[in-house]
């Protein structure tokens, strides 16, 4: 069975910082790319970063390039997403997700994502 976990979510003050945890498992981590999704209230779902796995890659939307960090830990299966600098509009819901690794660039899109988790909430407060 496919299982994409997220944990980390919660409350923090504008220009604080969380760290989000992924643990993947029922799938070969090394042929997929694992990704960061957000869906705040109203809006779409948006890719927002993410990582090959097997290569190392990382993507980031501008949006938050400079202030989060994706990083994984293969003998985990676990990719991490370390929010630092954070600001209202990055209040979302966020899910990690898994693309097909020679689709990692294509993050952005939420439907290029074959697997996703549950989500974890962040709320940032001004």
């Known amino acids: 069975e496919v299982q994409l976990v997220e944990s980390g979510g919660g409350l923090v003050q504008a220009g604080g910082s969380l760290r989000l945890s992924c643990v993947a498992s029922?799938?070969?981590?090394?042929?997929?790319?694992i990704g960061w999704i957000r869906q705040a209230p109203g809006q779409e779902r948006e890719g927002i970063s993410c990582?090959?796995?097997?290569?190392?890659?990382?993507y980031y939307d501008d949006r938050v390039r400079g202030r989060f960090t994706i990083s994984s830990d293969n003998a985990k299966n676990t990719v991490y997403l370390q929010m630092n600098s954070l600001k209202p509009e990055d209040t979302a819901v966020y899910f990690c997700?898994?693309?097909?690794?020679?689709?990692?660039?294509?993050?952005?899109?939420?439907?290029?994502?074959?697997?996703r988790g549950q989500g974890t909430q962040v709320t940032v407060s001004s």
């Open positions: 997700g898994a693309l097909k690794k020679q689709f990692a660039s294509w993050y952005r899109d939420a439907k290029e994502f074959v697997f």
């Open positions: 029922g799938f070969s981590f090394d042929d997929y790319a």
């Open positions: 990582i090959s796995t097997s290569a190392g890659t990382t």
